[in-house]
């Protein structure tokens, strides 16, 4: 079986890629999604209002893949509800405990080469991994 | 420092995440298990979203970013300053990638999703935004007593 190029998927990489740097490099700051939000909890600091844009323009971001650009993003998860707020609720504690998700982590973080964050996604990914396996093939 | 640019800056910058997390598959639950089966019918794609962003990413922190002073924008670069792999590290990447693998939803792309039209997504979006905010809080609070007993 000969192995294409996913292009799709690389294209959007370079996309996530030129955002971190155009924040790091402009603002200073990094595009870490988990971080980013928790910043919009707390409205009366002066990082608020960029934080709410960048999460505005993600949504806008999205809206316009999907319309325009033929991206692939369902309207109907195949989990049920319970398993979803089950999930966020983790997704949310996990990654303000560990100060990062995929972005941070995964993109910013070890783009500079940081330990905590080529720790952290090897072991996110890792548990991630196991989880699937456990759910497909276990239970 | 522009204000106007500054914010235009990020608006611009979330635009392009948003789009990039739709089109690379990110945002698509089933591909995203899928990735993450390495057992199972493994579709290795999405190797392909982190290996473009770090293609970008890596060397412009390197080359452009580092030798710098400070953005060409703003007074510093926010970065961690922590170096040190703790057990809050650890354990908060492990509760994450638990949720990560039940519903193969992270952050970034549940964002992008918020106005397709998916209800899912903002079940899983609010529950996340509670954990963010309780964790968050948690913490805020453990720092101020830790902070105190140092003082006192």
């Known amino acids: 079986m000969a192995f294409s190029i996913p292009w799709e998927s690389l294209a959007g990489g370079i996309l996530l890629g030129i955002s971190a740097t155009l924040m790091l490099l402009m603002n200073g700051k990094v595009a870490g999604i988990s971080g980013i939000l928790t910043g919009l909890m707390t409205p009366k600091t002066k990082d608020f209002a960029w934080r709410l844009l960048f999460a505005l323009g993600m949504i806008s971001g999205g809206v316009l893949a999907a319309l325009m650009l033929g991206g692939e993003a369902p309207v109907q998860f195949e989990t049920s509800s319970a398993m979803l707020a089950i999930a966020g609720l983790l997704v949310g504690v996990g990654t303000?405990?560990?100060?990062?998700?995929?972005?941070?982590?995964?993109?910013c973080g070890i783009g500079r080469l940081s330990k905590r964050s080529i720790v952290a996604t090897c072991v996110f990914m890792a548990v991630a991994a196991v989880t699937v396996f456990v759910r497909f093939h276990v239970l | 420092m522009n204000n106007m640019l500054f914010r235009l800056t990020s608006l611009l910058a979330g635009v392009l995440f948003g789009i990039g997390m739709i089109i690379s598959g990110m945002a698509d639950p089933a591909k995203v298990l899928?990735?993450?089966?390495?057992?199972?019918?493994?579709?290795?794609?999405?190797?392909?979203?982190?290996g473009g962003a770090l293609m970008v990413f890596m060397p412009a922190y390197f080359l452009l970013i580092?030798?710098?002073?400070?953005?060409?924008?703003?007074?510093?670069?926010?970065?961690?300053?922590?170096?040190?792999?703790?057990?809050?590290?650890?354990?908060?990447?492990?509760?994450?990638g638990l949720g990560w693998g039940i519903a193969g939803i992270c952050p970034g792309p549940v964002v992008s999703s918020l106005a397709l039209g998916n209800s899912g997504a903002w079940i899983f979006f609010a529950c996340m935004m509670v954990g963010l905010g309780a964790t968050n809080l948690l913490i805020c609070i453990n720092n101020s007593k830790h902070a105190e007993s140092q003082t006192a």
Do not use: Y
Request: charged residues 20%; positive net charge.
């Open chain 1, 96 to 107: 303000r405990l560990g100060n990062g998700c995929t972005s941070g982590h995964g993109i």
């Open chain 2, 34 to 50: 899928g990735f993450l089966d390495v057992a199972g019918n493994w579709d290795p794609s999405l190797m392909f979203v982190m």
């Open chain 2, 66 to 96: 580092k030798p710098k002073q400070k953005p060409l924008n703003a007074e510093k670069f926010c970065l961690a300053t922590n170096k040190t792999v703790d057990g809050r590290l650890l354990s908060g990447a492990a509760i994450f």
